[in-house]
């Protein structure tokens, strides 16, 4: 499922894109979180093909993606970054998207498309 298939899916809207190349590209794989611990764990095989679905909102979920190498992160419950973290995700690389859904509704209509959970 390319990004763009994602955010059309989840009616998501951008706050930070920095490159438009992650949109096209094709992700397996959706890990939800807002432990970001968790994320680090878990998150071992194609790291670079996951999108990471959160409801933080802070500097800590753009490092975490940071670290793993993710470059699409969506926020749900219609959250937001503030203009500070927001410009950072865009000096990082990291695509950022938020969705009105709930992130069990977000996650639900994901794996409806395919997307595979991280296990």
Known sequence: MTAA???ETLGAK???????HP???EYVSAFATDLMSDALAM?????EDT?????????????TAQMLDIELIIIVRGKEFN??????SRN???NVFSTH???????GKLYQRGLKAIV
């Open 5 to 7: 298939e994602i955010v």
């Open 14 to 20: 951008p706050l930070a894109v920095s490159d438009f």
């Open 23 to 25: 949109l096209t590209k």
């Open 43 to 47: 998150i071992q095989e194609s790291p």
């Open 51 to 63: 999108v990471l679905l959160t409801g933080l909102c802070n500097q800590q979920a753009l490092r």
């Open 83 to 88: 203009e500070e973290v927001l410009r950072m």
């Open 92 to 94: 990082m690389g990291v």
């Open 101 to 107: 859904f709930t992130m069990y509704e977000a996650c």
